[in-house]
């Protein structure tokens, strides 16, 4: 029996894609360990996004080098975003064996098939991994968007869509193994379907629309699965977000009210230099259109502080916009260059403690925002769809995306729908009751 250790760090679409690969090896026959030192195969999925991200992904390489000295037979592997111009990275780690592309799982299959000297034609074995309540399914690969700070078009490439009958024919067998919450990823999931030919006959299509599918079209046809309970997607680029997704979005019941718009600013000449295509006053209009859309949904950001040039006045725009707009959720990052961008071109002239002021002051004023959103839910019952059992507790999420436990004895809720009453809030997650005990598995 082969073993092999997964590591993964980076956005959804990465723990999305070592989930795929962990299921593969399943069928290969691999189990996992937790522990490096006992893996005949090591997989590092990796990201690049910011500095402090790569930094891990060079500890963790140089950290294992010695395995692979006094374990020569070990086989070392490394996807992700941190893999560029592979001849240069295979002369700085002579100890990784291969080096393979974001999102690359049929080269992780090839691979673990010559380490374990299996004939591609032998039969896979029935093991498979046991599979989360929720999960993440890509829809797409790569990026379309140009923004002068993210290195993630370098090293994924363009924005390719996968058909919409393979995206549905994998959230089918998922779901008929048990996952009740699909999470459809990618880099821009609203620009989704936009290299694909035209495979709906128009009849099948809503609102009349002639041309490929759109993120509409493929909620609409994930929606019809049986058995699936809840849909997410992310995430959004708000220059790509039109009536039509948003409308679907809201009258589709298995889809949640729960959306992620990542804002990065709320200065317009800082926006224009990371070149985001929409002013903040386009951005305001999108989020009030969301919300009469959709009442009550759950809106998360994304925020970048100390981009080149940004001055207090311009960091203050983005502070009181995110004043202003109340997010349930935000994740804020400090600038940092990435090798290739365009914005590496620019002085990176916010010093690091000022990055870190800046950020900090986000976080804290985020904090004092979402522990009120949430004071205002004290009393409210709510649906949870609960994950699992965590210290004592049940967890599950909100259709809005909130945590919230529980706690009752009687009965295994995993994979259930519960009424809960809340009875206690905080800024991260909430305490309640369940209201239907009675609920069967
Ligand atoms: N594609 C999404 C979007 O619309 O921006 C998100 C993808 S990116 C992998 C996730 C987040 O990382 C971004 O939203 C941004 O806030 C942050 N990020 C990207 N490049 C960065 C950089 N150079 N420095 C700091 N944060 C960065």
Not at 325 to 348: I, K
Not at 349 to 376: F, G, H, M, T
Request: hydrophobic content about 40%; proline content about 7%.
């Amino acid at each position: 029996m082969m073993r092999y250790y997964l590591w993964t760090i980076g956005c959804q679409m990465n723990f999305a894609d070592s989930r795929r690969a962990a299921e593969e090896l399943a069928k290969l026959g691999f189990q996992e360990t937790d522990h490096p030192q006992d893996a005949d195969f090591i997989l590092l999925n990796t990201c690049v996004v910011r500095q402090n991200a790569e930094d891990k992904v060079v500890g963790r390489l140089t950290s294992l080098q010695g395995l692979k000295r006094r374990n020569p037979e070990l086989r070392l592997a490394l996807m992700g975003c941190f893999v560029n111009e592979i001849p240069a990275l295979e002369r700085r780690y002579p100890w990784v064996d291969a080096f393979i592309q974001p999102s690359d799982v049929a080269a992780v299959v090839k691979l673990a098939q010559q380490i374990s000297n299996l004939p591609r034609t032998r039969p896979t074995s029935r093991v498979r991994v046991l599979l989360p309540i929720s999960t993440g399914v890509p829809i797409s690969y790569g990026c379309d968007h140009l923004c002068t700070y993210c290195v993630v078009r370098l090293r994924r490439g363009p924005e390719i869509s996968r058909p919409v009958e393979e995206i549905v024919t994998e959230v089918r067998d998922l779901v008929g193994r048990g996952v009740k919450e699909i999470t459809l990823l990618g880099q821009n999931v609203n620009s989704y379907g936009r290299d694909l030919p035209p495979l709906f006959p128009p009849r099948l299509r809503g609102g009349g629309k002639e041309g490929p599918p759109d993120l509409a079209d493929l909620l609409a046809a994930v929606h019809e699965i049986n058995w699936l309970v809840r849909i997410r997607f992310l995430t959004s680029h708000p220059a790509d977000m039109t009536g039509r997704l948003i409308e679907t979005a809201a009258r589709l019941p298995k889809v949640c009210e729960h959306i992620e718009l990542p804002v990065q600013s709320g200065d317009d000449a800082v926006l224009r230099r990371m070149g985001r295509g929409y002013t903040v006053a386009q951005y305001r209009d999108l989020v009030a259109r969301i919300r009469e859309a959709m009442p009550g949904v759950g809106l998360a950001t994304d925020v970048i502080v100390g981009f080149p040039g940004e001055t207090e006045a311009q960091f203050g725009a983005t502070y009181r916009l995110l004043e202003d707009l109340c997010f349930d959720m935000v994740h804020v990052a400090a600038y940092s260059p990435r090798p290739g961008t365009p914005a590496e071109r620019l002085p990176d002239d916010v010093p690091p403690e000022e990055k870190e002021r800046r950020r900090r002051a986000v976080d804290d004023l985020q904090e004092r925002i979402v522990a009120s959103i949430n004071a205002q839910l004290l009393g409210q019952t709510l649906e949870v769809l609960v994950e699992e059992r965590h210290r004592g507790k049940w967890r599950g999420r909100t259709r809005t995306n909130k945590l919230v436990f529980f706690d009752v004895d009687s009965q295994d809720w995993t994979g259930q729908l519960a009424q809960v009453r809340i009875i206690r809030t905080g800024p991260w997650s909430m305490q309640g009751e369940v209201l239907n005990p009675d609920v069967q598995s």
